[in-house]
């Protein structure tokens, strides 16, 4: 992978394990040669990944919707900035741009782009891999969630696969280079009952 989408939240948390695993997550990239592409603040802990990649020679891109937020939310020191017009192209430009994604914690944002992606890869739309790094349990309940959605019958135990959690971005980063999407069924053929 070259290039990874990272999703994290504009805030940096109330525990510093977080910041701490966005600033292992950058420094990770740097050192492996992955350009960190991401929505372009400065600040919380989308700023603190950018800073951590960039702080150790690594190349950062940024795709910010025009207008949408304050300009001084804006990073200024990145290798490549992109303004489009609207979250929509935002999503698609990160996307396009990337090899795989990974979320932070984050909030209603972060969890938005990260479910997105994960349907896309449902549907075929991408094989790229999707990691979520699972900082102090912070992803456990969507988890959970996802397991009770394949319980229920509302989704194929295959596409657990499409995500990988971790607690480690070490980790995480090794699974998804050595990730082989899940063979899908058709999505809309009858669930088992």
């Known amino acids: 992978m070259n290039k990874i989408c990272v999703f994290a939240g504009s805030n940096v948390g109330n525990s510093p394990e977080y910041e ?3 600033i292992q997550l950058g420094e990770l990239m740097a050192a492996n040669g992955i350009e960190l592409v991401y929505g372009g603040s400065k600040i919380g802990l989308m700023g ?3 800073d951590a ?3 150790n020679g690594g190349r950062v891109t940024g795709v ?9 939310m804006a990073h200024t020191g990145l290798t490549a900035f992109h303004e489009v017009g609207n979250m929509h192209e935002r999503k698609a430009l990160m996307s396009d741009l990337s090899d795989g994604y990974i979320a932070l914690p984050g909030g209603l944002g972060t969890f938005e782009e990260l479910f997105e992606v994960a349907s896309w890869a449902q549907l075929g739309i991408h094989k790229k891999p999707v990691g979520i790094l699972n900082v102090k349990g912070f992803y456990q309940p969507i988890a959970d969630m996802l397991n009770q959605a394949v319980a229920a019958g509302f ?10 959690f971790e607690e480690s971005p070490a980790v995480l980063l090794d699974k998804m280079a050595a990730y ?6 058709n999505k809309w053929a009858e669930l088992p009952k």
């Open 48 to 50: 603190r990944v950018a």
């Open 64 to 72: 910010m919707p025009r207008g949408l937020f304050n300009g001084e």
């Open 20 to 22: 701490v695993a966005a």
């Open 180 to 185: 082989s999407p899940p063979e899908q069924a």
């Open 155 to 164: 989704m194929r135990d295959t596409n657990l696969g499409l995500m990988l």
């Open 53 to 55: 990649v960039l702080a």
